[in-house]
């Protein structure tokens, strides 16, 4: 990973753990779906299909499981997701793409197709229920979009859906992924597009049928 990458990536996780603890940590459990223990100082949170420990004190985040470090992106974004804890926000259920999220999604999208929607159609456009395989690796459960679709719980108060259409002779291989409007009341813009890719390059780094 480039330099410049790793320097902005630990800036954010730095001001992310600097938010966090200026928030009221039991105040942020009844704002989402995360435990706190005022004896340890550590939430528990959910993210994907595993459990994570943050240890408010030590400043750190392994997986409850086994003590293992997630990478760099993720606990970004487990960390912005604690960090920008308001109270509930009444939103639309329905799926929309990253282009209809205010702050900056239509902005964004153009490099986001670039760097996730691209590698989603590589690897499933022309094995579209190979998804399915890879989806439940992460906790993916089918859904009814497309030549084949999955949703993914990233937090309990965030669903992502992709989907891929089969691509033939005549017409290209497409894919997509969604999320629900109240996404904007639960993460900054820059990591829910870090969401998406972080979801589309685990789904493509898994072995391919």
Excluded at 150 to 178: H, K, R, S, Y
Aim: aromatic fraction near 12%.
């Amino acid at each position: 990973m480039e330099t410049s990458k790793v320097n902005n990536y630990r800036i954010a996780y730095d001001k992310y753990w600097k938010d966090l603890k200026r928030k009221v940590p039991e105040e942020v459990a009844t704002q989402l779906a995360v435990t706190y223990s005022n004896d340890t100082r550590q939430f528990i949170v959910k993210f994907f299909n595993s459990e994570y420990i943050l240890d408010c004190d030590a400043e750190t985040i392994f997986k409850k499981t086994d003590g293992q470090v997630p990478e760099i992106m993720a606990s970004i974004i487990i960390l912005n997701y604690l960090a920008y804890a308001r109270p509930p926000q009444e939103t639309a259920k329905k799926w929309v793409s990253l282009k209809e999220i205010p702050n900056g999604g239509v902005l964004f999208y153009p490099a986001f197709h670039k760097n996730s929607i691209k590698g989603l159609i590589k690897a499933f456009g022309h094995q579209p229920q190979h998804l399915l395989a890879c989806a439940a690796a992460l906790g993916g459960q089918p859904a009814d979009f497309g030549d084949a679709s999955a949703v993914f719980q990233a937090f309990p108060e965030i669903p992502l859906c992709v989907i891929v259409w089969e691509g033939d002779e005549d017409v290209p291989a497409n894919a997509t992924i969604l999320f629900e409007p109240s996404v904007e009341h639960l993460l900054h813009i820059e990591s829910t597009i870090g969401l998406g890719m972080y979801l589309a390059s685990k789904l493509t780094a898994l072995p391919q049928g």
